[in-house]
């Protein structure tokens, strides 16, 4: 079952399918999304929705964990972009944390490492965060 | 000067409206919207050329100034690029050149509203996956230029569900010829109908200046006004002149290219690392500069390819790529194009494909048999 809107503390599942699985968690003023799989032109949508979902109407920091998504196509780039500027939108914070090396390689070539804030770990990205 | 213009104007192919200086441009220029270009003296009473210049754009912003000049005075030439003239024709004016340039002019203003329009439609067409990937299809060169000298090829194996790579080969009036590679992001119509506005804006922008950094830079801007869809698309832009084998390019978000050498060794170039086009506007992009040897060849590709993966959920990636020629060096454009092909649906095998797989390939050496 999919839940919607910010929860309360712990963690929740947004979106589970054969090949992504988004999960939500509070930690303290930042909602953190830690996103595992692959996200590709067929199931870009479910990922929006997903963040969308995590986001809820009145959160203001999200954080997308990308410690285990294996792959990103420009379409799940998209979506990322989207989110941020609807954050942005609302004054809000964004950022992305533990990009494997190929991902990590996809931002720098498209540029988005130099657009998007990249933390190296949950850590440095949730300090960067709250402040 | 008045007198060759008019064979012209009786020949029906252009009409023209003449004024004798800045001002009376101007006021005819508001008068009468039908007017596509402007061919102005830099010198002229009342209001000078680079005057009307700076006020073109109030008039019109989509009309194109071509500007004539003293020959060699290129302080003015550089003030009136500047300024945003399109182009510009030295005096004693060639008659020949003249047309050239005019006949440039107007093709890129048509390319130009063409890439406005199809912008314009983004809002209202909603997805109907066959529509996108027959847009796709149609908008692919199917001819390439070869001579004796270079040979061009292109193509791509698109993905069941549609991808966004499209590539183009663009004759520029100086004989050079400028090929570009790209991949859109999302899918769907308002994926493909972004591709061909960014393909229109490409090609525009390309036959209107002769530096790739440039290009990216003027199809950034466009693409990026309004864009809420947060579409983006990455894009390698190359301008090859055929006579020196002298390549400049320039990166917008895209692959590096590879440079395959008449022995097999292959390289990925250097490229100065531009954002990809349509997500922040007034970026800079730079260019990279390379001499094509007889037999080298020139690869684009998308990450169609690199990113491959075979049912181990394994990654084509670099190395493969860069391995494909080590034995077996390219003898044309064509060849190199089947063997990355080749080797890629060899490594895929049953896999299914989750991309499109493009590439986009330039030769140089003695195809004369």
Redesign the interface.
Same mark, same amino acid.
């Given at each position: 079952m999919e839940t919607s809107g910010q929860q309360g503390n712990g963690t929740w599942v947004a979106v589970d399918t054969k090949n992504l699985k988004v999960e939500g968690e509070n930690k303290g003023t930042i909602l953190v999304a830690k996103t595992s799989g692959r996200v590709?032109? /067929?199931n870009?949508k479910e990922f929006q929705d997903a963040l969308e979902s995590i986001l809820g109407n009145n959160a203001t920091a999200l954080l997308l964990d990308m410690e285990d998504l294996?792959?990103i196509?420009?379409?799940g #780039?998209?979506v990322i #972009? #989207?989110i941020a500027?609807q954050l942005q939108g609302k004054s809000g914070k964004f950022g992305v944390c533990s990009l494997s090396p /190929?991902i990590s390689e996809?931002f720098?070539? /498209?540029?988005?490492d130099?657009?998007i804030p990249v933390h190296p770990a949950q850590a440095d990205a949730l300090a960067s965060l709250g402040s | 000067m008045l007198q060759r213009m008019r064979r012209h104007i009786r020949s029906g192919k252009y009409n023209f409206t003449f004024a004798q200086n800045g001002l009376e441009a101007l006021a005819k220029l508001r008068e009468d919207s039908e007017i596509d270009m402007v061919l102005s003296d830099i010198n002229m009473p009342q209001m000078d050329g680079l005057t009307l210049l700076e006020q073109i754009p109030n008039v019109d912003p989509d009309l194109r100034a071509v500007m004539i000049s003293a020959y060699g005075d290129m302080r003015n030439i550089r003030t009136a690029m500047n300024r945003g003239a399109f182009d510009f024709v030295t005096k004693p004016i060639d008659f020949e050149d003249l047309e050239v340039t005019i006949s440039r002019t107007l093709s890129h203003i048509e390319e130009w509203r063409e890439a406005l329009a199809s912008r314009d439609k983004l809002v209202a067409i909603q997805n109907e996956l066959d529509v996108a990937s027959n847009m796709q299809q149609s908008i692919l060169p199917t001819q390439f230029p070869s001579s004796p000298t270079f040979q061009v090829f292109g193509s791509m194996e698109p993905a069941r569900s549609v991808g966004g790579d499209f590539f183009d080969v663009i004759r520029l009036g100086n004989g050079h010829i400028g090929l570009a590679i790209a991949d859109v992001s999302g899918k769907g119509v308002p994926a493909a109908l972004f591709m061909m506005s960014a393909r229109t804006l490409l090609k525009g922008a390309a036959i209107g200046s002769p530096n790739p950094a440039d290009v990216l830079k003027e199809v950034n801007n466009l693409l990026s006004q309004d864009n809420d869809s947060a579409m983006f698309v990455t894009i390698l832009y190359a301008e090859y002149d055929p006579e020196s084998g002298h390549l400049s390019y320039a990166n917008g978000g895209h692959n590096a290219p590879l440079i395959v050498h008449a022995n097999g060794s292959t390289e990925l170039l250097p490229t100065s690392g531009g954002i990809a086009l349509g997500l922040v506007p007034n970026l800079p992009y730079t260019q990279d500069e390379i001499t094509l040897g007889q037999g080298d060849t020139f690869i684009l590709y998308t990450d169609g390819v690199t990113e491959a993966m075979n049912a181990d959920y394994e990654e084509f990636g670099n190395d493969r790529l860069l391995n494909i020629f080590t034995s077996s060096p390219p003898q044309s454009s064509h060849d190199a194009n089947d063997a990355v092909f080749h080797t890629v649906r060899t490594f895929v095998a049953e896999a299914p494909q989750s991309d499109d797989i493009t590439c986009l390939t330039l030769s140089r050496g003695n195809f004369s048999s």
């Open positions: 590709d032109g /067929s870009a294996s792959y196509s420009s379409a #780039l998209r #972009l #989207l500027r /190929s996809v720098q070539i /498209s540029g988005f130099k657009i | -």
